[in-house]
């Protein structure tokens, strides 16, 4: 019986150690945790307000928009497509430019392989009235354009005949009609965007 006691009294002591050691592991870890913390804080580290990875783009992507502009062409590319003046996607862009409609070509640098797109900056640059422009994300493009996947490219069309309408522009058989109102902003927003754009370098960088 006094064995069975003794051993017993062993045991506790040996959990109780155990439970210590790893409350003090616990508490170690904590700290670490707390010093890397407030080093980042030290450092000014900012957490990046992309929603997506920013991955190094392709040198084929110039001219690259800059966040302030990525902003403004994802806006504009959004009320393209509820006045139902957008194009998505590698065919249907292709189709357009040779029609030789006009307007701003939003590309995606980081589509994979890039060679699926890598053709349309020479077509932009050879269709008249046509400025193109990439930005970092292809699912934020996608989402701007109305749609859940991601999109490699789209075109706005600047087209004249649009523009100068005043009548509503439908955006489907059941659906709401876009008013003079957000047309007009559509095309401020599309005008703007392509100063912006004539003024961004377009030298290509290896």
């Known amino acids: 019986m006094a064995k069975d006691a003794e051993l017993k009294e062993e045991k506790k002591k040996k959990r109780k150690s155990e439970v210590a050691d790893l409350d003090v592991d616990a508490e170690a870890k904590k700290a670490k945790k707390e010093k890397r913390k407030s080093l980042a804080a030290e450092d000014g580290e900012k957490v990046p307000s992309s929603r997506f990875p920013l991955t190094p783009s392709p040198p084929i992507a110039v001219p690259l928009a800059g966040k302030k502009l990525s902003k403004k062409v994802l806006k504009t590319v959004k009320r393209a497509s509820k006045a139902r003046q957008l194009k998505r996607g590698v065919k249907e862009v292709v189709k357009s430019l040779r029609k030789g409609e006009k307007g701003l070509l939003v590309l995606a640098a980081n589509i994979t392989p890039i060679d699926v797109i890598s053709h349309l900056p020479v077509l932009a640059e050879d269709t008249q009235g046509v400025e193109y422009v990439w930005v970092t994300s292809k699912e934020e493009l996608g989402a701007a354009s109305g749609t859940k996947r991601a999109t490699s490219c789209v075109l706005i069309c ?45 030298t290509v960088k290896y």
Do not use: F, Q
């Not at 087209?159 to 059941?174: V, Y």
């Not at 709401?176 to 392509?194: D, F, H, M, S």
């Open 158 to 202: 600047h087209s004249a005949n649009a523009l100068s309408s005043s009548a509503p522009i439908k955006r489907g058989k059941d659906a709401k009609v876009a008013t003079a109102e957000e047309t007009a902003e559509w095309k401020e927003g599309l005008e703007e965007c392509l100063e912006e754009v004539k003024k961004l370098e377009t």
